[in-house]
């Protein structure tokens, strides 16, 4: 019997390694062996997954592995496998590059952590591939749930992953609890679609959809619930507070999680839902309302920050948000086009930064400047991201976006659509600050030690920026060539429009931090209050501070006392009650003979009283 | 008069028993008053026999008086082992037993 | 093999042991530990035996011993298992296990602390399989009576500063001491077994005053009234073992008095009996009463788990924490019962297994860490884990249990339980369930982050501490793979507790 191996191999790859590094204490203490056993698990997870993706896109045919998880007296109700289809093979081809493409930039990124530290560090990183990997081809929403919590496990675990900084900690658990409360609603709604199709498998409930054998009563708070929980993973507002916060991480932790793959969770499940979705127009709208506001405001912040990590926290913040609007637009696979390529130059711009970073030992950009001259290769590589993101054309930034504009504008969402070009305004010019600021104008005086020997980095860490910027360019120019297929017409304007937005941003962001012509206070103060707010982050941050204080000690603690000293205090009460009732009764035991003589006389008489013979 | 005199007669004594043994504080007079209570008691049975004519009321009281003398000698040495013990003979002082 | 009286044997193993530490244990500490472990060892065997050989394709008790006691009252020593009575016993077995490796440091009169420790476990083994109703009820007996000892005398005592109305009465019962947490709990308990023997005196009289045996009076349809309100006996008796609100408050004080072992077993399985009693003499025998009071079950575990959950929140002391938390498991469990579907019973008995272990692990990491720091204010600790890697990650584990992570048995358990909820006749019970699940997973990162994954601590009395050690890591190391394994392959467990589940729930009429 030839038994499928291939489509287990991507996922089971990463997991042996992770469970061979967790349970083998000797071998994960040794460091960098430790590295090379997860980078082989990951790098065998790459090739698989090329050899599915170009078995099933020669083959047209989805392959599907399950075996029974949960089963009960009507049958199976839940199990767990494979679907590999063009879809999943694709993200799957991004997760597996990028995964390991990190792995390797993370053995010369932390080449300074003490060897233990570096194992527990790939023990996550394995089981994050493994989590996301088995999201990825899930065949069912339950089991994309369950590996959907993993993934969050994961990023807690390597957000934390120098715990002993309080400021990391909190930041770890800031993401797990965000999350979570997005997947309250992702629960909800698996258990309530389950009820309402009698199934969480994809491909059954797709059928089911094309014969109509999905009532639409209820339909919509069951797709609204499963975008709450994409709306946590994927940073939508006001859920997005976690993840600038959780650039607390190592930097290939940001790139992995933060840009490529574990945020892009949410938009995935979107995708793989989208046919439930489209029966139910209203949750798109919101959708895709949701999401233009992440874009612009997470823009707006963007141009306020410092840290460079964190201008690329809210940058993806705001790119999520343009999918979120494609999909709600109704074009799903344009947000699910954008989701591959900003996966690549996202992922390039945080391993670019780190590699910045780990060079000048900031991540102030305002303490940087001029590192064009000591590290060229590192400049060119953030460039071409840089360019990609903004929307440039050649650049695989630009026809993904150009997508997502057109989708929106089909959808017929005017304003959105318009906040969302006004948000790739922002970004142009929010990237092009952070280059010329980092890159070119005069080195700052500042805490940065490194600024002497910043040098480009080495081959472990710029060999996966080479690859990814290659692959940048390569699907720019691929895809400008061979346009892909649309099922809708973009008006003719909208990629000019788009570039000359674009240009714009960016001339802008020259002419005030290249050129100095513009004073970057002024134009800061022109936007007015906004810029207080953007700094401020909103305010969001604060709101759920006060919100999780007031739970934790006001509620909580009422509670808690309340038990103690009100439900237990009734009982202490009938205790101590009982004991000072026995107390006062002892008092009728005087001891004294005649006071017992009285009693029995009394007795004797009520006796006769009541059998009658007293009158 | 008949009867009723002496049944009178014998529940008055009765009470005033009674009375003394609730009340006195002596632990003797207690006594005396449970004598007066027992005595009351056979003069009631004295009474009843001669009245019918019978002679077990008579024979009732031999055992009481017997009973009686017993019960005394047996009060009055507990009384006098209490003040030895205790040196005194005050019932409202004996409460050693009190819960 | 098959004429071997497996049951008893895994019953009555550990009592043999008691009797054996009792008569020669005297100042011989080695003896004492290995004879306990020798007892727990063979029920354990016993049960994994159990485990294989029973056949899932049958429904109903299999391994029945009959032995009559008293003919003329109906009593006899009947045992036999289903599949969830099996779950249990495994469960039980894996406990006590890991409890005999948890108890090995203790210092004073070990003797009696393991004879009463296994007394307590066959106690408990018998609830789980007897099908006499008297046996039972004797059964049951022996797993409360037994605490009283073990808390007071091995416990330890913390401190409560009387506050609020009912203050005066603190001062009074003496809140606080170990002593008062002994009396409270067994007082507690053994008033819950009134009603449950006010209850299955009623079932016998409406017998026919014939037979206790568990099978005879599933037979007989007894009067609607009757069964209302023998059912709500059954609960508040029952209840009161598996802490239901408001008749809780017996468990943050014992377990958090108790030693660790006793605490393994009392959060881990005794609890468990509770929600045990419900479902089998409660849903099993009276199914009239079932359908009325089933809605009161369901809306008092929804609030079980919520308040248990935010009392949790509100806790500094370790112990407590984790006390609450299994009050707001318990509820996920009565939920479970309450929905009366497949998923939800499925979900309801899982979660019993699955939070046995849990807890088992969370009291057995506790009282190693109680051991090292002697400490158990959560927010003077910090920074454990790099001091000791392996308990931390073990406590992480049955954390993210806890919360219903999956590949974790928490999340199995739950799953089922959120299932049945929504597809019960009261669905707002999703609700509270999924937001307890919610709360659970912001204490419990909460306390983790405190204690183990975050900056260490300034306080000498927390630098250099020992990670675990020696015959330390036996119990964790059982006790977080078998989280895991059934948070993996559930069906191994799943199968068994289905069987229950259909036929009880065919009785019930709702299947």
Same mark, same amino acid.
């Given at each position: !019997?030839?038994?499928?191996?291939?489509?287990?191999?991507?996922?089971?790859?990463?997991?042996?390694?992770?469970?061979?590094?967790?349970?083998?204490?000797?071998?994960?203490?040794?460091?960098?062996? %430790?590295?090379?056993?997860?980078?082989?698990?990951?790098?065998?997870?790459?090739?698989?997954?090329?050899?599915?993706?170009?078995?099933?896109?020669?083959?047209?045919?989805?392959?599907?592995?399950?075996?029974? @998880?949960?089963?009960?007296?009507?049958?199976?109700? #839940?199990?767990?496998?494979?679907?590999?289809?063009?879809?999943?093979?694709?993200?799957?081809?991004?997760?597996?590059?990028?995964?390991?493409?990190?792995?390797?930039?993370?053995?010369?990124?932390?080449?300074?952590?003490?060897?233990?530290?570096?194992?527990?560090?790939?023990?996550?990183?394995?089981?994050?591939?493994?989590?996301?990997?088995?999201?990825?081809?899930?065949?069912?929403?339950?089991?994309?749930?369950?590996?959907?919590?993993?993934?969050?496990?994961?990023?807690?675990?390597?957000?934390?992953?120098?715990?002993?900084?309080?400021?990391?900690?909190?930041?770890?658990?800031?993401?797990?609890?965000?999350?979570?409360?997005?997947?309250?609603?992702?629960?909800?709604?698996?258990?309530?679609?389950?009820?309402?199709?009698?199934?969480?498998?994809?491909?059954?409930?797709?059928?089911?959809?094309?014969?109509?054998?999905?009532?639409?009563?209820?339909?919509?708070?069951?797709?609204?619930?499963?975008?709450?929980?994409?709306?946590?993973?994927?940073?939508?507002?006001?859920?997005?507070?976690?993840?600038?916060?959780?650039?607390?991480?190592?930097?290939?932790?940001?790139?992995?999680?933060?840009?490529?793959?574990?945020?892009?969770?949410?938009?995935?499940?979107?995708?793989?839902?989208?046919?439930?979705?489209?029966?139910?127009?209203?949750?798109?709208?919101?959708?895709?309302?949701?999401?233009?506001?992440?874009?612009?405001?997470?823009?707006?912040?963007?141009?306020?920050?410092?840290?460079?990590?964190?201008?690329?926290?809210?940058?993806?913040?705001?790119?999520?948000?343009?999918? !979120?609007?494609?999909?709600?637009?109704?074009?799903?696979?344009?947000?699910?086009?954008?989701?591959?390529?900003?996966?690549?130059?996202?992922?390039?711009?945080?391993?670019?930064?780190?590699?910045?970073?780990?060079?000048?030992?900031?991540?102030?950009?305002?303490?940087?400047?001029?590192?064009?001259?000591? !590290?060229?290769?590192? !400049?060119?590589?953030?460039?071409?991201?840089?360019?990609?993101?903004?929307?440039?054309?050649?650049?695989?930034?630009?026809?993904?976006?150009?997508?997502?504009?057109?989708?929106?504008?089909?959808?017929?969402?005017?304003?959105?659509?318009?906040?969302?070009?006004?948000?790739?305004?922002?970004?142009?010019?929010?990237?092009?600050?952070?280059?010329?600021?980092?890159?070119?104008?005069?080195?700052?005086?500042?805490?940065?030690?490194?600024?002497?020997? #910043?040098?480009?980095?080495?081959?472990?860490?710029? %060999?996966?920026?080479?690859?990814?910027?290659?692959?940048?360019?390569?699907?720019?120019?691929?895809?400008?060539?061979?346009?892909?297929?649309?099922?809708?017409?973009?008006?003719?304007?909208?990629?000019?429009?788009?570039?000359?937005? %674009?240009?714009?941003?960016?001339?802008?962001?020259?002419?005030?931090?290249?050129?100095? #012509?513009?004073?970057?206070?002024?134009?800061?103060?022109?936007?007015?209050?906004?810029?207080?707010?953007?700094?401020?982050?909103?305010?969001?941050?604060?709101?759920?501070?006060?919100?999780?204080?007031?739970?934790?000690?006001?509620?909580?603690?009422?509670?808690? @006392?309340?038990?103690?000293?009100?439900?237990?205090?009734?009982?202490?009460?009938?205790?101590?009650?009982?004991?000072?009732?026995?107390?006062?009764?002892?008092?009728?035991?005087?001891?004294?003979?005649?006071?017992?003589?009285?009693?029995?006389? #009394?007795?004797?008489?009520?006796?006769? @009283?009541?059998?009658?013979?007293? @009158? | 008069?008949?009867?009723?005199?002496?049944?009178?007669?014998?529940?008055?004594?009765?009470?005033?028993?009674?009375?003394?043994?609730?009340?006195?504080?002596?632990?003797?007079?207690?006594?005396?008053?449970?004598?007066?209570?027992?005595?009351?008691?056979?003069?009631?049975?004295?009474?009843?026999?001669?009245?019918?004519?019978?002679?077990?009321?008579?024979?009732?009281?031999?055992?009481?008086?017997?009973?009686?003398?017993?019960?005394?000698?047996?009060?009055?040495?507990?009384?006098?082992?209490?003040?030895?013990?205790?040196?005194?003979?005050?019932?409202?002082?004996?409460?050693?037993?009190?819960? | 093999?098959?004429?071997?009286?497996?049951?008893?044997?895994?019953?009555?193993?550990?009592?043999?042991?008691?009797?054996?530490?009792?008569?020669?244990?005297?100042?011989?500490?080695?003896?004492?530990?290995?004879?306990?472990?020798?007892?727990?060892?063979?029920?354990?065997?016993?049960?994994?035996?159990?485990?294989?050989?029973?056949?899932?394709?049958?429904?109903?008790?299999?391994?029945?011993?009959?032995?009559?006691?008293?003919?003329?009252?109906?009593?006899?020593?009947?045992?036999?298992?289903?599949?969830?009575?099996?779950?249990?016993?495994?469960?039980?077995?894996?406990?006590?296990?890991?409890?005999?490796?948890?108890?090995?440091?203790?210092?004073?009169?070990?003797?009696?602390?393991?004879?009463?420790?296994?007394?307590?476990?066959?106690?408990?083994?018998?609830?789980?399989?007897?099908?006499?109703?008297?046996?039972?009820?004797?059964?049951?007996?022996?797993?409360?009576?037994?605490?009283?000892?073990?808390?007071?005398?091995?416990?330890?005592?913390?401190?409560?500063?009387?506050?609020? +109305?009912?203050?005066?009465?603190?001062?009074?019962?003496?809140?606080?001491?170990?002593?008062?947490?002994?009396?409270?709990?067994?007082?507690? *308990?053994?008033?819950?077994?009134?009603?449950? +023997?006010?209850?299955?005196?009623?079932?016998?009289?409406?017998?026919?005053?014939?037979?206790?045996?568990?099978?005879?009076?599933?037979?007989?349809?007894?009067?609607?009234?009757?069964?209302?309100?023998?059912?709500?006996?059954?609960?508040?008796?029952?209840?009161?073992?598996?802490?239901?609100?408001?008749?809780?408050?017996?468990?943050?004080?014992?377990?958090?008095?108790?030693?660790?072992?006793?605490?393994?077993?009392?959060?881990?399985?005794?609890?468990? +009996?509770?929600?045990?009693?419900?479902?089998?003499?409660?849903?099993?025998?009276?199914?009239?009463?079932?359908?009325?009071?089933?809605?009161?079950?369901?809306?008092?575990?929804?609030?079980?788990?919520?308040?248990?959950?935010?009392?949790?929140?509100?806790?500094?002391? *370790?112990?407590?924490?984790?006390?609450?938390?299994?009050?707001?498991?318990?509820?996920?469990?009565?939920?479970?019962?309450?929905?009366?579907?497949?998923?939800?019973?499925?979900?309801?008995?899982?979660?019993?297994?699955?939070?046995?272990?849990?807890?088992?692990?969370?009291?057995?990491?506790?009282?190693?860490?109680?051991?090292?720091?002697?400490?158990?204010?959560?927010?003077?600790?910090?920074?454990?884990?790099?001091?000791?890697?392996?308990?931390?990650?073990?406590?992480?584990?049955?954390?993210?249990?806890?919360?219903?992570?999956?590949?974790?048995?928490?999340?199995?358990?739950?799953?089922?339980?959120?299932?049945?909820?929504?597809?019960?006749?009261?669905?707002?019970?999703?609700?509270?369930?999924?937001?307890?699940?919610?709360?659970?997973?912001?204490?419990?990162?909460?306390?983790?982050?405190?204690?183990?994954?975050?900056?260490?601590?300034?306080?000498?009395?927390?630098?250099?501490?020992?990670?675990?050690?020696?015959?330390?890591?036996?119990?964790?190391?059982?006790?977080?793979?078998?989280?895991?394994?059934?948070?993996?392959?559930?069906? *191994?467990?799943?199968?068994?507790?289905?069987?229950?589940?259909?036929?009880?729930?065919?009785?019930?009429?709702? +299947?």
């Amino acid at each position: !019997m030839a038994f499928d191996v291939l489509p287990l191999v991507p996922v089971l790859a990463p997991l042996t390694a992770a469970v061979l590094l967790g349970l083998v204490s000797p071998l994960r203490h040794t460091g960098r062996p %430790a590295a090379f056993v997860s980078i082989l698990g990951a790098l065998t997870a790459l090739g698989s997954a090329l050899l599915l993706w170009s078995r099933v896109h020669d083959a047209g045919v989805p392959t599907l592995i399950e075996w029974a @998880w949960l089963v009960e007296s009507q049958g199976t109700i #839940a199990t767990i496998g494979v679907l590999a289809d063009a879809e999943s093979t694709t993200m799957l081809l991004l997760v597996t590059l990028v995964a390991l493409l990190v792995q390797v930039y993370s053995l010369s990124y932390l080449s300074d952590e003490p060897p233990a530290a570096l194992g527990r560090y790939y023990v996550y990183q394995s089981l994050f591939a493994f989590s996301m990997i088995g999201l990825v081809i899930a065949p069912n929403l339950l089991q994309l749930f369950i590996c959907w919590e993993l993934v969050g496990l994961c990023s807690y675990l390597l957000i934390g992953f120098w715990f002993q900084k309080p400021s990391a900690a909190r930041a770890a658990v800031k993401a797990f609890w965000t999350t979570k409360a997005g997947d309250v609603g992702l629960l909800i709604g698996i258990v309530l679609l389950w009820r309402h199709t009698g199934t969480f498998d994809f491909g059954e409930l797709r059928m089911l959809v094309e014969a109509g054998a999905v009532g639409l009563d209820g339909l919509a708070v069951i797709t609204f619930c499963l975008y709450l929980g994409a709306a946590g993973k994927s940073a939508q507002l006001p859920l997005h507070i976690w993840l600038p916060d959780a650039m607390e991480g190592p930097t290939p932790v940001s790139a992995l999680i933060h840009a490529a793959t574990m945020v892009t969770a949410g938009v995935y499940l979107l995708t793989r839902t989208a046919f439930l979705f489209a029966l139910t127009p209203d949750v798109l709208l919101i959708v895709a309302w949701v999401g233009a506001l992440t874009a612009i405001v997470a823009a707006m912040m963007a141009c306020a920050q410092n840290d460079i990590k964190r201008v690329l926290a809210y940058s993806t913040v705001s790119q999520l948000g343009y999918m !979120m609007t494609a999909i709600g637009a109704g074009y799903a696979a344009a947000g699910f086009f954008h989701l591959l390529t900003h996966g690549i130059f996202k992922a390039l711009l945080f391993l670019g930064a780190g590699a910045v970073i780990h060079a000048v030992g900031t991540n102030d950009i305002t303490h940087m400047g001029g590192l064009a001259r000591k !590290m060229p290769q590192t !400049m060119v590589v953030f460039v071409i991201g840089t360019l990609s993101l903004a929307g440039l054309p050649l650049f695989a930034g630009f026809l993904s976006k150009e997508e997502v504009l057109g989708a929106v504008w089909a959808g017929g969402l005017t304003i959105p659509f318009v906040l969302l070009l006004i948000g790739a305004f922002l970004t142009a010019f929010y990237m092009m600050r952070v280059v010329f600021l980092t890159f070119f104008g005069t080195a700052q005086a500042g805490h940065s030690h490194g600024g002497h020997h #910043a040098h480009d980095a080495p081959i472990a860490m710029s %060999a996966p920026l080479w690859i990814l910027a290659i692959a940048s360019m390569v699907i720019g120019v691929y895809f400008t060539f061979n346009h892909p297929e649309l099922p809708f017409e973009p008006p003719g304007w909208l990629a000019a429009t788009a570039t000359g937005v %674009a240009l714009s941003g960016m001339v802008l962001a020259w002419l005030t931090y290249q050129r100095g #012509a513009i004073d970057p206070e002024r134009l800061a103060r022109m936007t007015g209050p906004l810029r207080l707010a953007a700094a401020k982050g909103f305010w969001f941050d604060d709101l759920f501070l006060v919100a999780y204080r007031l739970v934790q000690n006001y509620l909580a603690k009422v509670l808690g @006392w309340t038990d103690r000293y009100i439900v237990d205090g009734v009982l202490n009460v009938v205790s101590a009650g009982t004991v000072s009732a026995g107390e006062q009764l002892r008092r009728v035991q005087t001891g004294k003979v005649q006071d017992y003589v009285l009693a029995v006389g #009394a007795g004797v008489i009520a006796v006769v @009283w009541m059998l009658g013979g007293l @009158w | 008069m008949g009867l009723s005199a002496y049944l009178i007669l014998a529940a008055v004594i009765f009470c005033i028993g009674l009375f003394g043994v609730m009340t006195r504080r002596n632990t003797v007079g207690i006594l005396l008053g449970i004598e007066l209570m027992l005595n009351a008691v056979n003069i009631n049975l004295v009474a009843f026999s001669w009245y019918h004519g019978e002679v077990t009321g008579m024979v009732l009281t031999i055992f009481a008086i017997c009973i009686t003398v017993a019960e005394v000698a047996l009060g009055l040495a507990i009384v006098i082992l209490l003040f030895r013990t205790r040196r005194t003979a005050m019932a409202d002082q004996v409460d050693w037993l009190k819960g | 093999m098959n004429d071997l009286p497996i049951l008893s044997i895994v019953t009555w193993a550990p009592f043999v042991a008691a009797l054996v530490i009792m008569a020669f244990g005297r100042s011989r500490p080695l003896l004492v530990r290995w004879t306990a472990l020798a007892g727990a060892g063979v029920s354990t065997i016993g049960a994994l035996w159990l485990y294989s050989a029973y056949d899932q394709t049958l429904s109903g008790f299999q391994f029945h011993e009959t032995l009559p006691l008293v003919p003329a009252l109906g009593i006899s020593y009947q045992l036999a298992i289903d599949g969830m009575s099996l779950v249990l016993v495994v469960l039980t077995a894996i406990i006590i296990f890991a409890g005999v490796f948890a108890s090995w440091t203790v210092k004073t009169r070990d003797q009696e602390f393991y004879a009463l420790l296994l007394i307590l476990v066959t106690g408990v083994f018998g609830v789980f399989v007897s099908l006499d109703l008297f046996v039972f009820f004797l059964f049951y007996e022996i797993a409360v009576l037994p605490m009283y000892l073990l808390i007071g005398i091995w416990g330890s005592s913390g401190e409560v500063r009387p506050q609020g +109305l009912f203050g005066w009465a603190f001062g009074r019962t003496g809140v606080g001491t170990k002593e008062y947490a002994a009396m409270k709990l067994t007082l507690y *308990l053994l008033l819950g077994s009134a009603f449950i +023997l006010v209850g299955i005196l009623a079932l016998y009289v409406a017998g026919g005053s014939t037979s206790f045996s568990l099978l005879a009076l599933e037979q007989i349809d007894f009067d609607p009234q009757l069964q209302s309100w023998v059912f709500l006996a059954f609960y508040i008796g029952f209840g009161i073992l598996a802490a239901i609100f408001p008749f809780h408050t017996w468990s943050p004080d014992g377990h958090a008095s108790a030693p660790t072992a006793v605490s393994m077993l009392h959060a881990g399985v005794l609890m468990k +009996l509770g929600a045990y009693g419900v479902i089998r003499l409660g849903m099993g025998l009276l199914p009239e009463g079932t359908h009325e009071w089933m809605w009161l079950v369901g809306a008092i575990a929804c609030i079980n788990i919520v308040y248990g959950a935010l009392s949790a929140m509100s806790q500094t002391d *370790l112990k407590y924490v984790i006390a609450y938390s299994s009050v707001s498991h318990m509820g996920v469990v009565m939920l479970g019962a309450a929905t009366l579907t497949e998923s939800g019973l499925n979900g309801s008995v899982f979660q019993m297994f699955a939070h046995g272990i849990m807890t088992g692990l969370f009291f057995c990491l506790v009282g190693l860490v109680y051991e090292k720091a002697h400490s158990r204010e959560i927010f003077k600790m910090g920074g454990f884990a790099t001091m000791m890697p392996g308990i931390a990650v073990a406590f992480t584990i049955g954390g993210l249990s806890s919360l219903g992570l999956p590949a974790t048995a928490g999340f199995v358990a739950e799953f089922l339980t959120f299932l049945g909820a929504w597809s019960s006749a009261h669905s707002w019970w999703l609700f509270p369930a999924v937001i307890g699940a919610f709360l659970t997973s912001i204490y419990v990162l909460r306390v983790v982050r405190a204690i183990f994954w975050g900056p260490k601590s300034k306080d000498p009395h927390f630098q250099n501490l020992p990670d675990a050690q020696g015959t330390e890591w036996v119990a964790i190391v059982i006790l977080v793979g078998v989280l895991i394994l059934f948070g993996v392959a559930p069906r *191994l467990a799943l199968d068994l507790i289905d069987l229950t589940t259909v036929a009880l729930l065919s009785r019930l009429g709702v +299947l």
